[in-house]
């Protein structure tokens, strides 16, 4: 079993930053992959960002490359979402998820996740 807390939400205006917290318990952190997805009202949830147990990364290129960073503390069993130069369509509540399989390459898929968090909200005003 693994339980997810996500925090760091919250209401920024267009052009702000914010960095979102995933705290991992259970199992041991440093050996699988984390992601981050959302969910815009009205949407159906995609995928944002991943890292695998080693650090190799990857992101949803067309809406976040070169805005969001993904990384991970393995001491603090943590994964965190660094978000900047956001716009009012990052608003959407943000999900971390745990990847068990011990990928080096993260999964892009909702189906490749095994846990996930309760999720924060993130709102962007203009």
């Known amino acids: 079993q693994v339980q997810l807390v996500e925090s760091g939400g919250g209401l920024v205006q267009a052009g702000g930053s914010l960095r979102l917290s995933c705290a991992a318990s259970?199992?041991?952190?440093?050996?699988?992959?984390m992601g981050w997805f959302r969910q815009a009202p009205g949407k159906e949830r995609e995928f944002v960002a991943g890292?695998?147990?080693?650090?190799?990364?990857?992101y949803d290129t067309d809406s976040v490359k070169g805005r969001f960073t993904i990384s991970r503390d393995n001491a603090k069993n943590t994964v965190y979402l660094q978000m900047n130069s956001l716009k009012p369509e990052d608003t959407a509540v943000y999900y971390c998820?745990?990847?068990?399989?011990?990928?080096?390459?993260?999964?892009?898929?909702?189906?490749?996740?095994?846990?996930w968090g309760q999720g924060t909200q993130v709102t962007v005003s203009s």
């Open positions: 890292i695998s147990w080693n650090g190799v990364t990857t």
């Open positions: 998820a745990a990847d068990l399989t011990g990928t080096v390459l993260p999964n892009t898929r909702e189906t490749g996740y095994d846990y």
């Open positions: 259970g199992r041991t952190f440093s050996s699988y992959a």
